[in-house]
């Protein structure tokens, strides 16, 4: 801050420069303009930084994808200096090092937030250049900042579900007839339990005593259960069986006509 170059004020005569970079954990920024000219006529301007920015991103935002997170760290630079490149009287350029950016325009399939960001880019009046890595040292250092969890130990030895949720399949028993329905009784006959249906009565059989085909066997016991059948509700209207004419055999064709009003059925012979 105190040696050359200090940071400058912003002209908003020249057209600004925003240096962005993206690392696994965090975002680096720096907007800039052209400062002082070489003395060879040939040679380019230095940009002049005006100011710095650097921020870290949320858990969920270390799970995008290199993309993502390239395009992330613009979108948090121009929210960041929205007040400077949100009305800028020439194009401002997006200085990066990843060359995928350059083709944001081009058709591709968006998710949500990527649609969102892209939506967002509209509104400011900007173009993108590609620069190498090694010349983009500075945005680079300010995305990596110190003391910040770099996601070195993320997603590792993580349980997904509880071990009590797995059943062991060695440990299952091979249950006698006699104690299937012994259990049937306590937990699908009895008064208290008031017959429940395939689903529950599995649950049921599961937490106190699991056994080999134990669903299967569930199924069938209660499609056998004669107060499940008697109080199961129709879903399915019945359909009435198709009422077969009779007719002479060697019948024509046309020979005999059938009309049928409401319940009476009339029968006329051709012939």
């Known amino acids: 801050m105190c040696s050359h170059p200090v940071l400058t004020q912003p002209d908003f005569e020249k057209p600004f420069f925003l240096q962005t970079d993206a690392s696994a954990y965090g975002v680096g920024t720096i907007l800039s303009q052209e400062g002082e000219h070489h003395a060879v006529a040939s040679q380019k301007p230095k940009l002049h930084p005006i100011t710095y920015y650097s921020a870290t991103f949320t858990p969920t935002e270390q799970n995008y994808d290199i993309y993502e997170q390239e395009l992330l760290a613009i979108m948090k630079a121009l929210t960041h200096w929205q007040h400077y490149l949100g009305w800028t009287k020439t194009p401002f350029t997006i200085l990066t090092d990843h060359a995928n950016l350059q083709y944001w325009k081009a ?124 109080n199961k509700i129709l879903t399915h209207q019945p359909k009435i069986p198709l009422y077969q004419i009779t007719m002479k055999e060697g019948t024509l064709p046309f020979q005999q006509i059938v009309i049928v009003t409401n319940s009476f059925l009339f029968l006329y012979n051709t012939t």
């Open 107 to 230: 058709p591709q399939k968006l998710n949500h937030h990527t649609a969102r960001w892209h939506a967002d880019l509209q509104e400011y009046d900007f173009v993108i250049k590609h620069i190498p890595g090694k010349i983009n040292t500075s945005a680079n250092k300010l995305s990596c900042p110190p003391n910040t969890d770099q996601g070195e130990n993320d997603n590792q030895d993580q349980m997904l579900l509880k071990p009590k949720l797995f059943i062991n399949a060695a440990h299952l028993l091979m249950l006698p007839e006699s104690s299937k329905r012994n259990l049937m009784a306590l937990i699908h006959d009895h008064p208290t339990a008031r017959h429940p249906g395939c689903g529950e009565t599995i649950r049921k059989a599961t937490e106190v005593l699991p056994w080999t085909g134990m669903c299967q066997w569930i199924s069938d016991y209660i499609k056998g259960c004669a107060i499940c059948q008697q």
